[in-house]
């Protein structure tokens, strides 16, 4: 009876928020509508071409599919692009343990080309991840051989394990963070454009409604000495992540689309800017 009541609670509150108004925040026209949203940009100084797309499909017997986040490290090496994306239906996914199942895909990009894109299901994985001098790349117990053009590898077999100091140059993305700004990718303006609303609280302290605004931010990106004037609406977009590998400049898009009881699916996408 008493989680009957609650979800009345709920529902009430919900109702209630579509009648609140947006909770004083002062909302704000679009500062340059001639600015078309991103991936498109002003005057068309900048095209998109697609280089990779990462696709992982689970089936309803997932049991973890929703909750468990889509890996994504990478690496930054003169005009080289390294990704590795990993993903685990466990629990704790960023423990492994034997015998856990991790899908697994490496990227690597080089002089404006996909050079190489290798998809595998490891069971005896580890979070682990360098590049050698030699440009040898790690990636859990395997090791990728740079003069194979990393069509070989070789196990390894004294990987560090979780709890011990391990020094990695790969730099991880997490989607829910804020954009990583850098100077050729950063922002000049933004706008309230609209709220989010949620409801928060409960138990002793009961609920409450409160409303965050949600920013319409414009960018400026910088490629081959032009700059280029875009736009994300938060209320419908989310954060690309910008990399400059040399000359050129790329950026990653994350999608995921949950179907209910049926599966999901969950996507990186790499494109690259061109003139």
Not at 45 to 73: C, G, H, M, P, W
Not at 97 to 109: E, G, H, P, R, T
Not at 124 to 137: E, T, V, Y
Not at 249 to 258: F, K, L, M, Q, R
């Amino acid at each position: 009876m008493r989680n009957i009541k609650s979800l009345l609670v709920l529902v009430m509150f919900s109702i209630l928020l579509s009648y609140c108004g947006n909770g004083n925040i002062q909302l704000e026209k679009d500062k340059y509508p001639n600015i078309p949203n991103f991936p498109k940009f002003e005057g068309n100084v900048f095209k998109s071409e697609k280089v990779a797309t990462i696709r992982l499909e689970l089936d309803k017997n997932f049991k973890n599919q929703q909750q468990n986040q889509y890996y994504f490290r990478y690496l930054l090496k003169d005009s080289s692009l390294y990704i590795i994306t990993y993903f685990s239906d466990k629990e704790f996914p960023d423990i492994p343990l034997n015998n856990q199942k991790y899908f697994v895909d490496l990227i690597l990009i080089k002089g404006d080309r996909l050079t190489k894109h290798a998809r595998w299901i490891d069971t005896d994985f580890d979070i682990h991840f360098d590049l050698a001098n030699n440009d040898d790349l790690a990636i859990g117990r395997r090791k990728y051989l740079a003069n194979s053009h990393y069509r070989k590898f070789e196990e390894i077999e004294n990987v560090p394990h979780l709890g011990e100091p391990v020094d990695t140059i790969f730099k991880a993305w997490d989607q829910r963070d804020e954009p990583l700004e850098s100077p050729f990718f950063k922002s000049f303006s933004n706008a309230t454009v609209g709220t989010s609303d949620r409801i928060s609280g409960g138990g002793n302290s009961g609920y409450k409604y409160q409303h965050d605004p949600v920013s319409l931010t414009y960018y400026n990106v910088t490629y081959k000495d032009k700059i280029g004037r875009t736009k994300i609406n938060y209320d419908y977009q989310e954060d690309p992540l910008f990399l400059k590998a040399g000359e050129s400049v790329y950026y990653v898009t994350y999608d995921s689309d949950y179907i209910g009881t049926e599966g999901s699916s969950k996507q990186y996408t790499i494109y690259k800017i061109t003139i």
